[in-house]
């Protein structure tokens, strides 16, 4: 059984920071491309960020220069290191999986983040 457990969401300032994680299990993680989506109220889910399995990163455009993926393979986890936050940021950050991220295989539950101005 896959399981992705988000953590480390919560509420900030604008300009503030925050370390998003995602602990993966029930999959080879290493084989896997990892990213971060989000959904903010009334607006479709966008994806963040991406890292593939062999390291290459990918950004939406909103979040380029601020917001940084990596991962770590012995963990078994994958992080979103988010700075320079805005309200514009303030949404539910999900976690997902799969052999190619545009199109994942699974999702974690989300975990809310909240920027305030």
């Known amino acids: 059984q896959v399981q992705l457990v988000e953590s480390g969401g919560g509420l900030v300032q604008a300009g503030g920071s925050l370390r998003l994680s995602c602990a993966a299990s029930?999959?080879?993680?290493?084989?896997?491309?990892m990213g971060w989506y989000r959904q903010a109220p009334g607006k479709q889910r966008e994806l963040v960020a991406a890292i593939t399995r062999g390291g290459t990163t990918n950004y939406g455009d909103s979040v380029k220069g601020r917001f940084t993926i990596s991962r770590d393979n012995l963990k078994n986890t994958v992080y979103l290191q988010m700075n320079g936050l805005k309200p514009e940021d303030t949404a539910v950050y999900y976690c997902?999986?799969?052999?190619?991220?545009?199109?994942?295989?699974?999702w974690g539950k989300g975990t809310l983040v909240t920027v305030s101005s």
């Open positions: 997902a999986t799969g052999r190619v991220i545009a199109t994942p295989a699974y």
């Open positions: 029930g999959i080879i993680f290493s084989t896997n491309a």
